[in-house]
């Protein structure tokens, strides 16, 4: 089956960096996405990683390892509007798109 | 503007009862999922389907069905079989086998069963 672990949450202050941890187990392993949901909302799309290494999209960086089924999303400057649930999410070869148990983060100020 | 529409945003029905939610985007989106999502934890895929008038079985498929005889629309019927109904409710599209798609959300639909 497919699983994906996170930590259930994460608290830091504005302005400082947060990394929030994803390791995973599936079976043809396409990529790793990262969304954010902020409490009651749609879940949004942050940032997908097929091949190993850092992606950036401004303050947010992700990062993959494959060979270690594990990766990292990253969140610089920290804002207080940055609090939120966030979910990394895996698709596979049976084409469903599975998602984390997602972590809280709460940015204090 | 394109988008993902989920309707109602809140649901109220009797225990006993099927309950059947509305979920229609006009993206051009070949694949559309359910979620179920409840406090404090994360989405559960419920059903998914990558082309019209087929859809496959997530994670926690017992006690819903759906239906998909249009690519536009994609509606979970909440049955009587289903011990524990009350939770939120997601529906998402891709734009299919395209890994590096986003999914796309609807805001969700709130179902408490009373």
């Known amino acids: 089956g497919q699983s994906l672990e996170q930590p259930s949450e994460v608290t830091a202050v504005e302005g400082a960096i947060v990394q929030i941890n994803c390791t995973y187990q599936t079976s043809g392993f396409y990529g790793l996405s990262w969304y954010q949901q902020h409490d009651g909302g749609a879940p949004t799309f942050l940032s997908y990683?097929?091949?190993?290494g850092l992606e950036e999209t401004g303050r947010f960086s992700s990062f993959l390892s494959r060979s270690d089924s594990y990766g990292y999303l990253l969140l610089q400057e920290l804002q207080m509007k940055d609090s939120a649930s966030y979910f990394c999410?895996?698709?596979?070869?049976?084409?469903?798109?599975?998602f984390g148990t997602g972590t809280l983060l709460a940015v204090q100020p | 503007d394109g988008g993902i529409t989920q309707s109602p945003k809140y649901l109220f029905r009797k225990e006993g009862q099927n309950v059947t939610l509305s979920c229609e985007q006009n993206l051009n989106h070949d694949a559309m999922y359910w979620y179920r999502q409840d406090p404090g934890q994360g989405l559960r895929l419920i059903y998914y389907s990558q082309i019209v008038n087929d859809f496959q079985k997530g994670d926690i498929a017992e006690g819903y069905s759906v239906s998909r005889e249009k690519k536009e629309s994609f509606p979970l019927t909440v049955t009587s079989a289903q011990k524990n109904p009350t939770a939120f409710y997601l529906c998402?599209?891709?734009?299919?086998?395209?890994?590096?798609?986003?999914?796309?959300f609807g805001q969700g639909t709130r179902l408490t069963v009373v």
């Open positions: 998402a599209s891709s734009q299919g086998l395209s890994w590096d798609a986003e999914a796309f």
């Open positions: 990683n097929a091949l190993d």
């Open positions: 999410a895996v698709g596979g070869a049976t084409n469903k798109l599975i």
